[in-house]
């Protein structure tokens, strides 16, 4: 939440990549915040603190993908932003029909993982003894990640100086993640088909494209040219590699922010659909003697008949949500 409490802009749901959690997003929440918009990050289904799914069918990105549109609902957000492997997620939950003012794909790429980063999860699957579409039970899965973190993750993370408190923290996460979440997120990154000509024919929604200059993942080209064919707007983030939130936060942010404030003026500058009511005769006394024809938002036309005798000549209240506005429209109605 913004320091004065005050949210003068629309809200932004973050979701986390692969392995990731809401804590990778840390480094930039105040500065979101800043901008006097509720920022919500999360852990997606079966990471970290959020309890997996019962059956595997919970782990398809369809079933990611419902999650966030009910999130959404909860908290009102209009903003979505995807990282890497919650990108894929997050386009699902657009693709499903659940529209805001932006939606955003931070270090995500249009389809599959390709090159080094997919070699390392196929290695990684192996060595869990996934491998012929046989998977091992939970207890196997949980133990097999234990002896990945120590023998491959941890060094790396200690190599790379990494702060104890932060690797004791992301030993933590490892090992809170669902196991049998790990591995079928995982087999879905290796095989997700590109959906990019879906999302480009989906208009009016302002989308941008934000990655690391040196991402090791789905590379700096691959997704400029998914900008491209989204008709997307880009960021290059100069330094960063495939966390662009972790690794340059004040640039990072600073993008976000603006493409945000954006997409809520475009939105504020869209002519609202008005429709005339259907009714013989009706129209609103706009004053002494004057009448005019009933012309409101589409949102705001809602109809409450207030009392009267049976046959009476009645009235209509027109109820738009946003505003009190009570507007007394005559009309005559016969008993039915």
């Known amino acids: 939440m913004p320091a004065s409490g005050v949210c003068d802009r629309d809200a932004a749901l973050l979701l986390p990549g ?52 009910a999130v959404i609902e909860a908290t009102g957000a209009k903003h979505l932003l995807g990282h890497s492997y919650g990108g894929l997620v997050a386009r699902e939950t657009v693709l499903a029909g659940v529209r805001g003012a932006s939606f955003t794909l931070m270090s995500s790429g249009p389809g599959a993982l390709t090159g080094a980063r997919a070699k390392e999860l196929r290695a990684m699957l192996s060595a869990l003894g996934v491998r012929d579409g046989t998977t091992p039970d939970r207890a196997a899965l949980a133990a097999g990640i234990w002896k990945l973190w120590q023998a491959r993750l941890e060094p790396q993370a200690v190599t790379a100086g990494v702060p104890a408190p932060i690797v004791a923290f992301l030993a933590e996460r490892m090992l809170g993640n669902d196991p049998h979440g790990l591995v079928l997120m995982a087999q879905h990154m290796l095989t997700a088909p590109d959906r990019t000509a879906e999302l480009a024919r989906l208009s009016g929604l302002p989308t941008l494209v ?34 662009p939130a972790v690794e340059a936060p004040a640039t990072t942010a600073d993008a976000l922010t603006h493409f945000w404030d954006e997409a809520e003026t475009i939105a504020a500058r869209r002519p609202a659909k008005t429709a005339v009511m259907p009714l013989r005769g009706l129209a609103v006394r706009a004053g002494a003697g004057s009448v005019l024809p009933v012309r409101l938002p589409l949102r705001a036309v809602r109809r409450k008949p207030t009392r009267g005798a049976p046959g009476a000549r009645r009235s209509w209240m027109i ?9 007394i429209v005559h009309q005559t109605l016969r008993q039915t």
Request: hydrophobic share 40%; proline share 4%; aromatic share 8%.
């Open 18 to 69: 692969y392995t990731g959690s809401k804590e990778d997003f840390l480094a930039i929440l105040d500065l979101l915040a800043d901008g006097s918009r509720r920022v919500v990050a999360i852990d997606m289904r079966g990471q970290f603190e959020t309890p997996g799914a019962r059956e595997s069918d919970g782990y398809l990105a369809s079933a990611l993908g419902a999650d966030v549109a």
């Open 210 to 243: 934000i990655y690391g200059e040196n991402d090791n993942a789905w590379s700096p080209a691959a997704q400029e040219t998914m900008a491209r064919r989204l008709g997307a707007r880009r960021v290059c983030i100069p330094g960063a590699v495939h966390s």
């Open 319 to 327: 109820l738009a949500p946003r505003k009190v506005v009570w507007t």
